[in-house]
């Protein structure tokens, strides 16, 4: 397992490297032959797809990765299931489409809301497929898809962009991404489901994902409500520019915690009954995380300003301030987004809806509160709401189980001390320096070099340093 799971992480992270490297530059292709108009109008098309996505798995992927057994009749259940509620969910979307148009007063969102309807159909025929080459550890196979897919969608994008087929240019690139993904999962998962059938754990395993989508719905909101509300009261201007700010942000944040998330469920479900081991897993898969994303953010949210000109121009001027914000935000991320990881394979998805709840009244309390100062308002009344929702869920994710919430803390801490000084020193270099793509590439190299001695100083880090490091040399000798 820990062979595997080393290799894994190893195979993800350098698809997703280049994966991280297309998306960077298609983002930037699409931003200067788009504009926020054109982002805008899907972004307001997003909200709804979005929530009825979440019934379009039921969150029973999560079930086939994080059950111990599994039999054909479970993964066939499982799959028709799938199946069916996605297709009802793309219906339901092509229903709503006029409602959507008539709140946001724009005739432009039914139509790309009824072609994105017809796109969701599709998810469910092969969400299980990936589910089952997550299960077993087939990595290679996984990055096969997710690259495939997204070359080809990303070639059809720009194509369609260029021949002047506007925001429709990413309805094309959806689509295509959509129908490659399920064509590669079906060809390298090699699995035909059986007739569906009575299955005496049904119950179970519609309990499990019904706790998943509980609490993914209640996500949606804390994730989806700000743009909603920006849309509707703000126009598609006003959150063209803050969806482009938080998408990307979570750019490299998501190349990152991707991978490793794919290889966290699997591995972390089977070392429940080693508590020792589970612990110095999930820490060590959190702080690679970390060591990978922290310097980044830093560099991208002190040095904002610098980043927004030289990548997207300045017509996007607007999108700094916002985008600084939003940093302070993505330091919570990795650790946040890691609970969920232990919820789940603790089979505690209960506990996880529960908490879910709390997080979304918050959120949404935030954006309502936020709104009346416009797309920046919203942005800081989120964050600040997120730096106290951020360390609550710490503790409730970390009250049972093998990681305790202060051994959570103590081995965030060298993590907290250099990311502090870091930002401190990014700040005194953007003084000295000037929009251009040479200057941001440096200060990217010097923040990560800087944050990672930095950790490298304290006993921790240096320690959790030394362990990747090795690991790092046995997956290359063995290659």
């Given at each position: ?334 650790v946040s987004n890691s609970t969920g990881w232990l919820f789940t394979t603790q089979n505690r998805t209960r506990e996880m809806r529960n908490f879910g709840l709390f997080s979304s009244l918050a959120f949404v309390g935030s954006f309502i509160v936020g709104l009346p100062w416009g797309i920046q308002g919203v942005a800081n009344a989120y964050i ?96």
């Amino acid at each position: 397992m820990r062979r595997k799971s080393a290799q894994g992480i190893a195979i993800n992270m350098s698809a997703q490297a280049v994966r991280f490297g297309l998306q960077f530059v298609v983002s930037i292709v699409m931003a200067r032959l788009l504009g926020p108009t054109e982002f805008g109008i899907l972004a307001m098309a997003a909200p709804l797809l979005a929530f009825v996505a979440l019934f379009a798995d039921l969150g029973l992927s999560q079930a086939t990765v994080q059950r111990p057994q599994i039999t054909q009749a479970q993964l066939s259940l499982i799959f028709w299931t799938s199946a069916l509620v996605s297709v009802t969910s793309g219906i339901i979307v092509m229903l709503g489409a006029p409602l959507a148009s008539i709140f946001y007063h724009d005739a432009r969102v039914a139509p790309v809301l009824v072609a994105l309807g017809a796109i969701l159909m599709l998810t469910g025929f092969y969400n299980q497929h990936v589910a089952i080459l997550n299960r077993r550890l087939a990595f290679g196979s996984l990055v096969a898809v997710d690259l495939g897919s997204y070359v080809l969608s990303s070639i059809a994008g720009i194509s369609a962009a260029l021949l002047g087929f506007s925001y429709w240019s990413l309805v094309i690139s959806q689509a295509t991404l959509t129908t490659t993904a399920l064509v590669l999962a079906w060809s390298l998962a090699r699995w035909v489901p059986s007739r569906p059938g009575k299955t005496p754990e049904a119950r179970e395993i519609l309990g499990f994902g019904g706790n998943v989508t509980s609490f993914n719905i209640f996500n949606y909101f804390a994730r989806n409500l700000d743009n909603i509300l920006i849309g509707r009261h703000l126009g598609e201007v006003q959150l063209g520019i803050y969806d482009r700010a938080y998408k990307l942000l979570l750019l490299p944040l998501s190349q990152i915690t991707g991978p490793i998330a794919k290889v966290a469920t699997p591995l972390l479900s089977r070392l429940n009954d080693d508590r020792e081991k589970y612990s110095k897993s999930y820490l060590m898969l959190l702080e690679t995380i970390i060591l990978l994303t922290y310097p980044s953010i830093a560099v991208t949210g002190v040095g904002s300003k610098l980043v927004i000109y030289t990548v997207l121009g300045s017509k996007w001027h607007a999108v700094a301030p916002i985008f600084q914000v939003l940093a302070i935000g993505a330091l919570f991320a990795p650790v946040s987004n890691s609970t969920g990881w232990l919820f789940t394979t603790q089979n505690r998805t209960r506990e996880m809806r529960n908490f879910g709840l709390f997080s979304s009244l918050a959120f949404v309390g935030s954006f309502i509160v936020g709104l009346p100062w416009g797309i920046q308002g919203v942005a800081n009344a989120y964050i600040a709401t997120g730096c106290v929702q951020g360390p609550l869920i710490w503790y409730a994710a970390t009250r049972k189980g093998p990681v305790s919430f202060g051994t959570l803390l103590r081995a965030l801490s060298p993590y907290a001390f250099s990311i502090a000084i870091t930002s401190l020193m990014v700040w005194i270099w953007t003084q000295y320096l000037s929009v251009g793509w040479v200057n941001v590439f440096m200060l990217l190299a010097a923040g990560y070099l800087l944050f990672w001695s930095l950790v490298a100083a304290t006993p921790r880090g240096r320690a959790t340093l030394l362990t990747l490091l090795s690991e790092a040399r046995r997956l290359i000798k063995r290659s």
